[in-house]
């Protein structure tokens, strides 16, 4: 609560009206992307009429701890199996929240809603319930139908459906670069889907062409960037480590960068919402699918080819005679010529 004054006309009177904020209950517990963008939403809910609660994966609660909208952070480990979850379900309910926001929609988040309904039943109590819209149609259409489809009829872009219907909002963690950037490059090589993922060959005569020195990131499970560390410790190609194994180490690394480089991942979306241009290589995958970089500076580069978007995590692929071509065919000449003239502004 907070307390407002008011000073009528004439009297000097000050008049103390509490207005009480609305509790809301955010729920997006991973992957790690999904949480960046979802973020956008913490920008919906000032904290000056809202507080805000965020139901979170453990291994991501690090992102937002230190987050300036004050949102309370509560992490799940998914190791509690259905037992905890029930547990928390209740812990939660009992904090009476105004409005809950499913932007998951997962099992446990529909457990969750079922529970509050039955709850709310038994208790004779109300709270509002939105959900994020899939758009599962549109994004049909953009696969079956491709490039044929208007772009007013593509999916909504995630970052705007996390921004519940405001404008401006939008994810923020310009706060994590404290320092001036340095004339360095991020790279990543890996992606979650490996079939997204632009050939280690490509990413080394990519490097050779650059003036500035690059940061490999990754984590410990990423084998691309292993595997791109010794192509180029091979050739003798200097770069800089930046392999990590925490959030904050990750975060420290980006906050050096001046551009990012790399496959269609959370790392992508955490280097835009810190205000680090991002050029996003899509392979099988396409921006129109609502992953795509929302910054003015951002790019989307890929092939031009009328098979693309194949799938939406790019497992598929229809080009029986050429497999993977959308990813052969994005030439490292290129993609070092667009970073090379966007260095030089």
């Known amino acids: 609560m907070y307390f407002r004054a008011s000073l009528t006309r004439g009297v000097g009177l000050c ?18 992307g999904d949480v960046v963008l979802a973020s956008a939403a913490l920008a919906a809910l000032p904290s000056d009429t809202h507080e805000v609660v965020w139901v979170i994966a453990s291994r991501f609660q690090g ?32 904090e009476r929240f105004d ?28 709270y509002t319930l939105k959900l994020l819209p899939k758009q599962r149609l549109r994004e049909l259409c953009v696969l079956v139908f491709k490039g044929l489809v208007p772009k007013r009829c593509w999916p909504t872009p995630w970052v705007e459906r996390y921004a519940l219907g405001i404008a401006h ?18 790279l990543m090589p890996s ?17 050779r062409l650059l003036p500035c020195p690059v940061i490999v990131l990754g984590t410990k499970e990423d084998r691309a960037s292993h595997v791109l ?38 790392i992508a979306h955490l280097a835009e919402a810190m205000g680090i241009p991002v050029f996003v290589l899509f392979g099988p995958t396409h921006p129109m699918l609502g992953f795509g970089p929302w910054r003015t500076e951002s790019q989307s580069l890929g092939s031009p080819l009328g098979c693309r978007p194949c799938s939406k ?19 490292p000449k290129e993609v070092a010529a667009r970073v090379i003239h966007h260095l030089a502004q």
């Open 15 to 32: 008049q103390l009206m509490t207005v009480k904020k609305t509790r809301c209950l955010l729920l997006r517990l991973s992957s790690f």
């Open 63 to 94: 992102l937002l701890q230190a987050h300036p909208s004050g949102v309370r952070v509560i992490p799940f480990d998914s190791r509690d199996g259905f037992f905890g979850w029930y547990q928390l379900c209740r812990t939660l309910w009992n």
């Open 99 to 126: 409005i809950v926001f499913d932007l998951h929609g997962s099992l446990r988040t529909r457990i969750l809603r079922i529970l509050f309904r039955l709850w709310s039943l038994k208790d004779r109590r109300s």
């Open 169 to 186: 909002a939008r994810p923020d963690f310009t706060f994590y670069r404290l320092n001036q950037a340095e004339r360095l490059v991020a």
């Open 191 to 207: 992606s979650r889907w490996p079939q997204k993922a632009w050939s280690t060959a490509s990413y080394v005569e990519c490097i």
């Open 229 to 266: 560390c010794q192509a180029l410790d091979q050739a003798s190609i200097p770069y800089i480590h930046g392999i990590t194994q925490s959030v904050p180490e990750l975060i420290a690394m980006l906050s050096r960068t001046a551009l990012y480089v790399g496959s269609d991942t959370g």
């Open 313 to 331: 995590s790019g497992r598929i692929c229809f080009r029986f005679w050429d497999k993977r071509a959308c990813l052969k065919r994005l030439e």
